[in-house]
C-alpha cells in the first residue's frame, strides 16, 4: 500500500508463479505480484492470499506478505 497514490493513475495487479494449498482450512494462493501503474510494472511482491467460500463465491479474505 506505501506504492500506491491518490491521483489519475490506473493500477493494475497481476499474480505470476502462482501455487495454492489449505492452511487451517483456508485456500490459500501464493505468488509473486506484480503492482502495474499506467500500463507499466512498477513493483513486484510475495503474497499470501487467503479466501473465503461465501455464498458459492470465492473472496478476498486478507493478504500477507512474505
Known amino acids: 500500500a506505501s506504492t ?3 491521483g489519475d493513475s490506473e ?3 497481476s ?18 505480484v506484480t503492482l502495474i501503474i499506467d500500463g507499466e510494472p512498477f513493483d513486484e511482491v510475495v503474497w499470501d492470499i487467503y479466501l473465503v467460500d461465501r455464498s458459492g463465491a470465492w473472496l478476498l479474505w486478507t493478504v500477507e506478505e512474505r
Open 4 to 6: 500506491l497514490e491518490p
Open 11 to 13: 493500477y493494475g495487479f
Open 15 to 32: 499474480l505470476g508463479e502462482a501455487t495454492t494449498e489449505l492452511r487451517d482450512g483456508f485456500p490459500v494462493v501464493s505468488g509473486t
